[in-house]
């Protein structure tokens, strides 16, 4: 079995970028940050895009990549927040997204697996939500209408919508043409708002226009995405063998995730608040489903981390009100396909100066309603996990900690966050998150270190797997 996605990178190097002047900066290679160059630069405007690792290899590495509208109760939640319009123009938004997928693998003759398929939302549970996210759809003149029980799930009622799409997220994008600069192996460090000079771990580069897409925002003295903000983690497996014959989802937020792949089926699940997992094993359930549902061989198995926002929409637009010429694209909520697409068409057209339908309601500056509640709950936990890690005093040593296990103990009279390998090996990290001084988790299934407040992940040598941290533990091995 292998510990990654399904998807395979097209296998193309590119350099590391030296100092410079630049035009247009886009920091974050994955499908937002991609599209962003990529819409600009087919406008011919000059474009770099820098990328701390290779290219797609985060998030978009390891999406279930669903190309589709059903999204469950978004549709709901958004009427009962802002009304009609909003949950209409939300809908039109990610329906444009799917038909302009379909449009670029027509016009660009892409080989990437590109398929149409019903997609199901359900629920074991008589859904009020998922029934008026149905009536709004089919008001709006979506394809969609309700059902019972579904092939693969025992459900009471379920959401269909046809003619939606899945594909290969990565012979999709490699297949793109490039007419813009590409650097990997650069990660920004520092972003000074006033002056737009990004410094990154080669030198520092001068621009006239920043895209921050780096999942994460990475820029903490402005937009306060770290109250706005939460990172979700979920867990993945394939299995060779049949194929699923459509896409389903349960509504609830740990529930189950199915789609087909051009070698079997793939299953998802399991999300919890990143740092904050209960108990492992999430990957021993899924691969238990896969088999009773599938037969087959599980053959491969990988973890996605997602950034969610409190109302379902993602953040598409000026960083922040005192940022002139810096722009964020972050919060797809799981749905990146279709939100990365129409993201990046905003910031291109805010870039041009062009106006655009749906940039006032991904505004990054909106007020979001309804979720005051949920912004005092999040800002408070990640106050009170900072403030733990500082004060919280243990006396475990790394006796105690099992091979291939990590655990944060004291070491040498000082607490550190601390991993034993298969040769009983200490691989030491320091116990706080670089970004804002969390006190770090371990995760027995991803086998990382996370941060219980915004999320950033580390592996056990303190190299950063995501942000918002922009910089690495300091580590230390002992034999």
């Known amino acids: 079995m292998e510990n ?37 630069s087919e406008a011919g405007r000059k474009v770099t895009l820098i990328e701390a690792d290779r290219l797609f290899s985060g998030t978009t590495k390891n999406t279930t990549a669903k190309i589709t509208y059903n999204q469950g109760d978004v549709y709901a939640d958004l009427y009962t927040r802002y009304g009609r319009l909003a949950a209409e123009l939300y ?37 009020r939500a998922l029934k008026k996210s149905c009536e709004l759809l089919q008001s709006f003149g979506a394809d969609c209408e309700l059902c019972g029980n579904t092939d693969y799930v025992d459900s009471k009622i379920a959401l269909k919508a046809a003619g939606q799409y899945v594909f290969d997220p990565l012979k999709f994008l490699s ?5 813009f600069e590409i650097f990997e192996n650069t990660r ?30 990475i820029i903490n003295s402005r937009g306060a995405y770290y109250f706005k903000l939460r990172q979700s983690t979920s867990y993945t497996v394939a299995v060779n063998g049949k194929k699923a014959d459509a896409m389903y989802l349960d509504e609830k937020d740990d529930g189950l995730s199915i789609r087909p792949f051009y070698g079997g089926s793939i299953l998802g699940g399991g999300d919890h ?40 929409m993602p953040m598409a637009g000026r960083y922040s009100k005192t940022t002139e010429g810096i722009y964020v694209v972050t919060g797809f909520n799981k749905w990146g396909m279709t939100n990365a697409l129409v993201c990046a068409k905003i910031i291109r057209d805010k870039i041009l100066g062009k106006e655009n339908e749906y940039a006032r309601l991904f505004s990054p500056q909106r007020k979001i309603k309804g979720a005051a509640g949920d912004i005092i709950s999040n800002a408070f936990t990640n106050i009170k996990e900072i403030a733990l890690g500082y004060f919280r005093i243990t006396f475990k040593s790394a006796r105690k900690i099992k091979k291939g296990s990590g655990k944060v103990v004291r070491i040498n009279g000082k607490k550190r966050a601390v991993y034993r390998d298969d040769k009983d090996n200490l691989h030491v990290i320091g116990s706080m998150c670089p970004h804002m001084h969390g006190e770090l988790k371990w995760n027995a299934d991803t086998q990382c270190w996370e ?5 950033s992940r580390f592996d056990i040598y303190g190299n950063i797997l995501s942000e918002p941290a922009t910089k690495c533990c300091k580590y230390r091995k002992y034999e």
């Open 4 to 40: 990654k996605s399904v998807w395979k990178d097209s296998g193309l190097n590119y350099p590391a970028i030296e100092a410079g002047d630049r035009d247009i900066v886009v920091i974050g290679g994955g499908i937002a940050g991609f599209l962003c160059a990529y819409y600009l």
């Open 91 to 127: 809908y039109k938004s990610q329906a444009e997204a799917m038909e302009e997928y379909k449009s670029l693998v027509e016009k660009y003759g892409i080989d990437c697996d590109f398929e149409e398929m019903d997609g199901y939302i359900f629920s074991k549970q008589d859904s």
């Open 175 to 179: 297949a793109l043409p490039v007419n």
């Open 188 to 217: 920004a460090i520092d972003v000074d708002p006033k002056t737009k000079l990004i410094q990154t771990d080669g030198g520092f580069i001068k621009a006239n226009k920043i895209i921050i897409a780096t999942h994460f925002p």
């Open 273 to 312: 608040r990143t740092g904050r997992a209960k108990e492992c094993g999430h990957f021993t359930n899924l691969e238990r489903t896969a088999k009773e549902l599938f037969g087959g061989e599980v053959t491969h198995r990988w973890h996605a981390e997602d950034v969610m926002t409190f109302d379902g």
């Open 451 to 455: 941060c219980p407040c915004h999320g």
